[in-house]
């Protein structure tokens, strides 16, 4: 049984992030979306909201199971009985820290392997931290997330000091 972990923030999960999760999920025979809740860094989503998103979003996908993770991914990847990590990838940028990170889990842990995939053409361009800055000035994220998480998205923003139009009046 092939099991993989695809670790992340996903803050927020992104239709980038779905596509790789439904490609994985097809040769994988088990497939743990792992939320990263890194209480060191300020998140928009608390990790609990994040795996509901996911969860909501992967519903369909029966060997497809979320969960959030603190500490070592190393850890969390024998706690799961999982020998491959999936890490997705946009540009060339990417892959310079996800080559650093799989030789640093590789050196915590001989048997833990990791896959680079890329991503599909139309999201390379897609990352959270985008998402977030165009949603907080109320541009359209349409085709960027789900539409759930669009509309948390606004909400979240809805009663900052930027409205969601990006004018204070």
């Known amino acids: 049984m092939l099991k993989a972990v695809y670790p992340g ?3 927020p999960v992104t239709n980038g992030h779905l596509d790789i999760i ?3 999920a097809g040769f994988v025979d088990e497939l ?3 939320v990263l809740d890194n209480p060191s860094k300020s998140s928009l989503f608390t990790a609990d909201e994040r795996v509901e998103h996911i969860k909501k979003e992967t519903a369909h996908l029966p060997n497809v199971s979320v969960r959030s993770f603190h500490g070592l991914l190393v850890d969390f990847c024998r706690l799961e009985k999982a020998r491959l990590v999936i890490r997705g990838l946009r540009a ?3 892959f310079e820290y996800e080559f650093k990170m799989a030789l640093a889990n590789r050196k915590l842990d001989k048997d833990i392997e990791t896959i680079f995939v890329s ?3 139309n999201y390379m361009f897609v990352s959270s ?3 977030k800055e165009i949603a907080m000035f109320g541009g359209c994220v349409e085709d960027m997330v ?3 998480v669009k509309n948390c998205l606004y909400e979240k ?3 900052r000091e930027e409205n969601i139009h990006g004018f204070n009046n």
């Open 22 to 24: 439904e490609r994985c």
């Open 157 to 159: 923003f809805k009663n």
């Open 146 to 148: 789900p539409e759930n």
């Open 9 to 11: 923030s996903f803050d």
């Open 92 to 94: 060339v940028t990417d």
């Open 32 to 34: 743990v979306v792992a």
């Open 119 to 121: 991503s599909s053409a």
């Open 129 to 131: 931290s985008s998402i």
